[in-house]
């Protein structure tokens, strides 16, 4: 529901942007001069089209009908959605929750990829059955704990990837291609293996029927796993043929949620729950019951290091971007000091000091999707819709028709998402 309202939003600042384009167009042609000659007048005619985007010239009928106003041609993030639809206080809660979010990002991320190391360097390896559950003050290497040696590789993976939060993250394409492609690989893996195992009958999961105490939890995971509106512009504007965007969208989400649905199931047939880890791929690691094939063991151990690792500098110059945005004035500029170190230094400090203390990603987790994550999916595409037709009434009148419109149309569905919304953050 919310993703058909980021949609609609998107199409609505297209026309906003359209609607000032041609105004200030209509401006300047009123202001200037009738003194061209008829070659001068077709040939700036002529050549006026080729400093528009392609794709503006390919849909529009130049001042074309309304229903053209609604074509999404140009990215808007949602950021700048914020800035055209939102008063100074709506701009500032969409960027403080946005950062919020994002801190919570990267503590995930920097307390994952260090577990990850700790428990390949640290756990057994010598094809147990996987029904030792080790505690932070059981030793690694002599008189070093497991909990010392996750602060090792956690300063280890600081001093490594927290330089980048100083630079920019560009052309990243085939690395991010390349992280795709192990994530896939990984996934297929696991869910092969725990089918395997589930189908010899072995599998040591015995889950209830229900459990309650878990249900406050759920909807913060819940949230986390399929939010992705903050990055729809992105995902959507390329598409050249957006009569069924919605369609996609909607098999998008039921190929995820069926993707999540057997990876987390076979999991909780196939391993006990008491001694499930909270990093799943790690459950392979030290159980030949399930895999027995020491390159592979290592290579699910470590798979969230090389994918994590290469998505922690690119949530940190997000984040570092982001604190830029929120304080920036118009037309001001920051000293180098406060451009170059200080915002690079607020944005990798807090959530390496949060990986310092806990390294509970389910709670880390919980907390992220259930406060932050709700912001975002539910409370931000809510208010987006909501104020981006408001805004749009005044100016392309009642009879305007935005082809992107959501299903949802009625503000009843929009005070719902709230309503919902609210009763999330209340369970959790």
């Given at each position: 529901m919310t993703t058909t309202f980021v949609i609609e939003a998107m199409a609505a600042a297209n026309a906003q942007l359209r609607w000032k384009r041609r105004e200030l167009e209509e401006t300047d042609e009123?202001?200037?001069?009738?003194?061209?000659?008829?070659?001068?007048?077709?040939?700036?005619?002529?050549?006026?089209?080729?400093?528009?985007?392609?794709?503006?010239?390919?849909?529009?009928g130049g001042h074309g009908g309304q229903a053209d106003h609604f074509d999404i041609v140009e990215r808007v993030e949602m950021g700048q959605m914020?800035?055209?639809?939102?008063?100074?206080?709506?701009?500032?809660?969409?960027?403080?929750?946005?950062?919020?979010?994002?801190?919570?990002?990267?503590?995930?991320?920097?307390?994952?990829v260090p577990i990850s190391l700790m428990e390949v360097a640290c756990g057994n390896h010598s094809c147990s059955s996987g029904?030792?559950?080790?505690?932070?003050?059981?030793?690694?290497?002599?008189?070093?704990?497991?909990?010392?040696?996750?602060?090792?590789?956690?300063?280890?993976?600081?001093?490594?990837?927290?330089?980048?939060?100083?630079?920019?993250a560009q052309k990243t394409k085939y690395l991010q291609i390349l992280t795709s492609v192990m994530r896939w690989i990984a996934f297929t893996m696991m869910i092969i293996l725990a089918l395997i195992r589930i189908g010899k009958d072995s599998g040591a999961g015995h889950p209830p029927v229900a459990s309650l105490s878990g249900v406050p939890n759920l909807f913060g995971v819940c949230v986390y796993s399929f939010m992705c509106q903050h990055s729809l512009p992105s995902l959507i504007t390329p598409i050249s043929n957006k009569k069924r965007v919605g369609s996609f969208v909607l098999a998008d989400y039921v190929l995820i949620l069926g993707f999540y649905s057997l990876l987390s199931f076979t999991a909780i047939f196939c391993f006990d729950s008491s001694l499930l880890h909270d990093m799943y791929t790690l459950n392979f690691t030290d159980n030949c019951q399930v895999l027995d094939i020491r390159f592979l063991r290592y290579f699910l151990?470590?798979?969230?290091?090389?994918?994590?690792?290469?998505?922690?500098?690119?949530?940190?110059?997000?984040?570092?971007?982001?604190?830029?945005?929120?304080?920036?004035?118009?037309?001001?500029?920051?000293?180098?000091?406060?451009?170059?170190?200080?915002?690079?230094?607020?944005?990798?400090?807090?959530?390496?000091?949060?990986?310092?203390?806990?390294?509970?990603?389910?709670s880390l987790v919980g907390i992220t999707g259930a406060y932050a994550?709700?912001?975002?999916?539910?409370i931000i595409p809510a208010c987006l819709v909501y104020f981006s037709r408001r805004h749009l009434e005044p100016v392309m009148g009642r009879d305007a028709v935005n082809k992107h419109r959501s299903p949802f149309r009625h503000a009843f569905w929009v005070w719902f998402v709230l309503v919902w919304a609210a009763s999330c953050l209340m369970f959790k």
């Open positions: 009123s202001d200037s001069t009738s003194d061209y000659s008829d070659d001068e007048v077709i040939t700036r005619g002529r050549a006026e089209p080729e400093t528009k985007p392609i794709l503006s010239i390919q849909r529009s914020a800035s055209m639809f939102f008063n100074k206080v709506g701009v500032n809660m969409f960027y403080i929750c946005l950062i919020v979010y994002l801190y919570g990002d990267l503590a995930i991320y920097a307390a994952a029904s030792v559950k080790y505690s932070d003050t059981d030793p690694c290497w002599g008189p070093v704990t497991r909990k010392d040696a996750y602060r090792v590789f956690l300063a280890a993976f600081t001093v490594c990837l927290g330089p980048f939060t100083f630079f920019n151990g470590l798979f969230p290091v090389f994918t994590i690792s290469t998505n922690f500098p690119i949530i940190a110059v997000t984040l570092r971007n982001n604190w830029k945005t929120l304080f920036h004035r118009e037309g001001g500029t920051y000293p180098w000091v406060v451009d170059r170190i200080v915002f690079p230094l607020i944005t990798l400090v807090p959530p390496v000091v949060v990986a310092f203390c806990t390294h509970n990603l389910e994550g709700t912001g975002i999916q539910y």
